[in-house]
Antibody
């Protein structure tokens, strides 16, 4: 059974950093591109970032480019999202998903507030 | 970015009634591969999204056949032949043909 389990969310002050993790199991992690998708409170879904199977290619939405870094450790079957210079508008639930959005994690809440 | 426009915003239906949700894209979603990467997902209340349909009309294996998808180019439709209680939630279309992937704003299906 495919499972994606996010962790690392929480309350953080504007300008600070947070690192999300997503532990994958039930499939060959290194064979799949992966992505992060966010959902602001009571809002719809927005793609945030994607990473290729080997990690050599990364892609970001404009609003997070230069602030967020997606990475992966295929030996640990884990996806990461390093979030720096956080802003109040980054407040959302962040989901880890396989690249074609066929499987999603349960999500982790990130709240950016002073 | 490709804009995905879903209608209606919400739908209130009784069990057993049919449902239809429209999704229109600002550009053709027919890719250079000849495939159209228009997909549907469902987010039930309090849950993470779940896959439903990929490439316009292909149901994932666990999805009941009361669901169907159709359309081409810029206009797509999700239909439920007879709504059941487990179908309530927010339906999103999303496109994977053009970078970046973009989602519709969602259609909330409520039970009457």
């Amino acid at each position: 059974e495919v499972q994606l389990v996010e962790s690392g969310g929480g309350l953080v002050q504007p300008g600070r950093s947070l690192k999300l993790s997503c532990a994958a199991s039930g499939f060959t992690f290194s064979n799949y591109g992966m992505a992060w998708v966010c959902q602001a409170p009571t809002k719809g879904l927005e793609w945030v970032a994607s990473i290729s199977t080997g990690g050599g290619n990364t892609y970001y939405r404009d609003s997070v480019k230069g602030r967020f870094t997606i990475s992966r450790d295929n030996a640990k079957n884990t996806l990461y999202l390093q979030m720096d210079s956080l802003r109040s508008e980054d407040t959302a639930t962040y989901y880890c998903a396989r690249n074609w959005f066929d499987y999603w994690g349960q999500g982790v809440m990130v709240t950016v507030s002073s | 970015d490709v804009v995905m426009t879903q209608t209606p915003v919400s739908l209130s239906l009784a069990i057993g009634q049919p449902a239809s949700i429209s999704c229109k894209s600002s550009q053709s979603l027919l890719g250079t591969s000849g495939k159209t990467f228009l997909n549907w997902i469902l987010q039930r209340p309090g849950q993470s999204p779940k896959r439903l349909i990929y490439q316009v009309s292909k149901l994932y294996s666990e999805v009941p056949d009361r669901f169907s998808g159709s359309g081409s180019e810029t206009e797509f439709t999700l239909k439920i032949s007879r709504v059941e209680a487990e179908d309530l939630g927010v339906y999103y279309c999303w496109q994977g043909t053009h970078f970046p992937n973009t989602f519709g704003a969602g259609t909330k299906l409520e039970l009457k």
